[in-house]
C-alpha cells in the first residue's frame, strides 16, 4: 500500500493516466473516421466520460500532493468512470435487443447540465450512428463490453488508489 501511495505522489503517474485516456479517446476517432463506424448516442457519451477521465489526471499532476487537488481529481476520476461505465452497460443491452427500426438512439444528446457539446465540437460529440448497430469484436468482446471493461479498471485503479490514500495517512511507518 505504501509503494502506491508513494506512486501517487509522482507527476509522471498521473501522466500515464492522461495518456491511457488520451489513446483511449483516439482510438475512438480512429474507429470513426478511418474504419467509418459512425457513433450513437452512447457512444458519444462515453466519449465524454472519457474526456473527464483524461482531465482528472492533470488536476492532480499540477501537484500532487496537494490534498485539495487530489480529492478534484479523484471525484472526477470516479465520476467519469461510473458515467462512463453506465453508458456502456445500457450500450450493451442496446446490442442484445437490436432493431434497427426501433431504436431508441437520439441524434440530439442530452449531455450532463445540458451542455450542447454536439454543437460546441460536433466532430467528437454529434451521433451518427444507430445504437445496437456494432459488428466489430475483439477476443468475443463487442465495443460496448471492451468499454465496460475499461471502465471497470479504471473504477478499481481509483478504488486502489484512495484506499492506499487512507490506509498511508492513517497507518503511517514511524
Given amino acids: 500500500m505504501q509503494t502506491i501511495h508513494g506512486w501517487q505522489n509522482l507527476r509522471v503517474t ?40 483524461m482531465f482528472a489526471p492533470l ?23 461510473l458515467y462512463g461505465l453506465k453508458e456502456a452497460i445500457a450500450q450493451t443491452a442496446d446490442y442484445a ?28 460529440f454529434m451521433p451518427t450512428g444507430i445504437c445496437g448497430a456494432d459488428d466489430w469484436t475483439f477476443l468475443t468482446l463487442n465495443m460496448a463490453e471492451w468499454m465496460v471493461v475499461i471502465f471497470s479498471i479504471y473504477l478499481l485503479a481509483a478504488a486502489t488508489c484512495i484506499i492506499s490514500s487512507i490506509y498511508s495517512t492513517f497507518f503511517k511507518k514511524p
Avoid: K
Avoid at 487537488?69 to 476520476?77: A, K, N, P, S
Avoid at 435487443?97 to 466532430?123: K, Q, V
Fill in 97 to 124: 435487443e437490436f432493431n434497427p427500426f426501433t431504436s431508441s438512439c437520439s441524434f440530439r444528446p442530452i449531455f450532463p447540465f445540458d451542455l450542447p457539446l454536439y454543437e460546441w465540437w460536433p466532430s467528437m
Fill in 59 to 81: 488536476v492532480i499532476a499540477v501537484s500532487p500532493t496537494n490534498p485539495l487537488l487530489r480529492i478534484t481529481g479523484y471525484g472526477l476520476w470516479i465520476a467519469g468512470a
Fill in 14 to 53: 498521473w501522466l500515464i493516466m492522461f495518456a491511457t485516456a488520451l489513446f483511449l479517446e483516439l482510438c475512438a476517432l480512429g474507429f470513426q473516421y478511418i474504419l467509418h463506424m459512425d457513433p450513437c448516442e452512447r457512444c458519444v457519451y462515453q466519449r465524454l466520460a472519457v474526456l473527464i477521465l
